[in-house]
């Protein structure tokens, strides 16, 4: 136990030693720099002996402070193409923000155009929801009994019919579309007056039902609703016929339609606020 304070002091003064050895040895080569000196060879081999050693130390500094540069300078450019990929993200966002209001514009330009036109009552609505299930075709308006919204009312835009109103709440209406399957609207062909009942087939197109084999349907034709039945203004277009298929087995054609509206880009749309309807509301 009393050896430790002996040892620890031993330790101290070789340490000491060693460092007044190196001291020495360094002022031995200054001072042999200038004149010759008998240290001559003593100065060759130290600097032999430390010359690796402050080589390897000078290069692993020099590495050391490069890598650290690299680190820092491609640290700056990471920040750098962040910032630059967040400014062309917001370019985009913004860019996309102004077409779409471009877009909404000209659409509600074209509804406003078509409104004074038809000279109708309406009230303008957004479609926010679609119920596309197996059994129905409908939409959702942000528009309902608060703004006078009923039962019936037909729902049209600037391209032809969309569908009528069948279910109203305060705040919002359930509309029909034109391609439900349970949809049926009296119609006639605008050029030469056929009449027929279109009904909706589930998909994206309609069928003319009960034109007679022997009246004259042509692809192309514009159908229009007749007016009869009170649901929809007489004039407004329904669709365009696509297909025509005269080699059915029965007495009618099989008459395709295309509906006027495209349900797959609608948003806005237009109520007639007028039912003339002389159906009873279920």
Not at 29 to 40: E, F, N, V
Not at 101 to 109: A, C, F, I, N, S
């Amino acid at each position: 136990m009393n050896n430790k304070p002996d040892d620890l002091s031993h330790r101290r003064l070789h340490l000491l030693i060693l460092v007044v050895s190196i001291l020495l040895i360094f002022i031995l080569i200054s001072a042999s720099i200038r004149d010759q000196h008998p240290l001559r060879p003593l100065e060759a081999m130290v600097v032999k002996a430390t010359a690796p050693v402050f080589n390897l130390f000078h290069e692993s500094v020099a590495l050391v402070s490069r890598i650290w540069r690299g680190y820092i300078y491609l640290v700056g450019v990471q920040a750098e193409n962040e910032r630059l990929k967040l400014q062309a993200q917001e370019s985009l966002s913004k860019e996309a923000l102004y077409q779409e209001t471009l877009l909404e514009k000209e659409r509600l330009r074209q509804l406003l155009e078509f409104k004074n036109q038809a000279a109708l009552p309406v009230t303008g609505a957004r479609i926010i929801g679609f119920d596309f299930s197996i059994w129905f075709k409908c939409a959702f308006l942000d528009k309902g009994s608060n703004d006078g919204l009923k039962w019936g009312m037909p729902v049209i835009n600037a391209a032809g019919v969309v569908g009528r109103v069948v279910q109203v709440y305060p705040e919002y209406a359930k509309v029909l579309l034109l391609i439900d399957r349970t949809s049926a609207v009296d119609a006639i062909v605008q050029r030469n007056r056929v009449r027929g009942i279109l009904n909706g087939v589930g998909a994206n197109r309609c069928f003319l039902r009960y034109i007679h084999k022997n009246q004259d349907v042509q692809v192309g034709d514009v159908i229009l609703a007749s007016g009869l039945g009170g649901v929809f203004p007489r004039g407004m277009v329904l669709g365009t016929v696509t297909a025509v298929d005269k080699k059915v087995p029965g007495l009618f054609q099989e008459v395709e339609v295309e509906p006027a509206a495209d349900y797959t880009r609608l948003e806005e749309v237009l109520v007639v606020k007028t039912v003339q309807t002389v159906l009873s509301k279920p």
